[in-house]
């Protein structure tokens, strides 16, 4: 998909919600690790080069796209800071979610212990397969590492919530869709799965009113 087809696209969904589009701020993912704050200056626009937004801004709407990686959203409801995350494997590992929250303690004074974390749909490890070569970047978290019937698969949603816990977040406060979108073919795109010509992506957006 064009990326002048991807933002009318975009507008059109938020305008069937009601939602004026120069409220409503976009990732411009690269699966990386950054992330940036933003604020009602930035509405309308998509911030280039980063996987990661953070806001305090009422009325702003931050969104991402995935088609298999993850998306995280971050809420603390004591502070009314919001925050979501792009996490495919590369962006996971290069230190997205220790990126966001950081993002969100230093900018805001958030403290992660009172974070809520929910975790989007995303290609499990029931399907994501990787290459015996690319295992080896996944040596710190071997626990969540498969072998099945001579092929490699990683549990990415497993590595997600180590990598929460481990930087303070509470685990009664994350919540799990546990649903992989490679298996759901009917509610979800799927890149691995189909391997669109044209880009095909859910959206996930979060803001606070």
């Known amino acids: ?23 409503v ?35 702003l709407l931050l969104t991402a796209t995935a ?20 996490a495919g494997w590369r962006g996971l ?24 974390v929910s975790i989007s749909p995303g290609i499990r490890g029931c399907h994501f397969e990787i290459s015996p070569a690319d295992k080896e970047k996944f040596k ?3 626990q969540f590492v498969l072998e099945r019937s001579g092929k490699v698969f990683v549990d990415l949603p497993g590595i997600l919530r180590i990598k929460l816990l481990d930087k303070g977040i509470s685990a009664k406060h994350i919540e ?15 890149y691995r799965r189909d391997k669109p010509k044209d880009v095909q992506v859910q959206i996930g957006y979060i803001g606070l009113i």
């Open 1 to 23: 998909m064009h990326r002048h087809l991807e933002k009318e696209n975009r507008e059109k969904y938020f305008k069937t919600l009601g939602v004026d589009s120069g409220r």
């Open 176 to 190: 799990d869709s546990e649903i992989c979108t490679h298996c759901h073919e009917k509610e979800y795109f799927s």
């Open 140 to 142: 710190e978290y071997s």
């Open 93 to 116: 590992l290069a230190g997205i979610v220790e990126n966001t929250i950081a993002g969100l303690t230093q900018s805001f004074g958030v403290a992660p212990q009172d974070l809520l």
């Open 67 to 86: 088609a298999d990686c993850f998306l995280l959203y971050f809420y603390d409801p004591l502070k009314n800071v919001v925050g979501i995350a792009h």
């Open 25 to 59: 701020v976009t990732a411009d993912l690269i699966h990386g690790a950054n992330v940036v704050g933003v604020s009602g200056q930035e509405g309308g626009i998509m911030v280039t080069k980063t996987d990661g937004l953070v806001t305090d801004t009422r009325g």
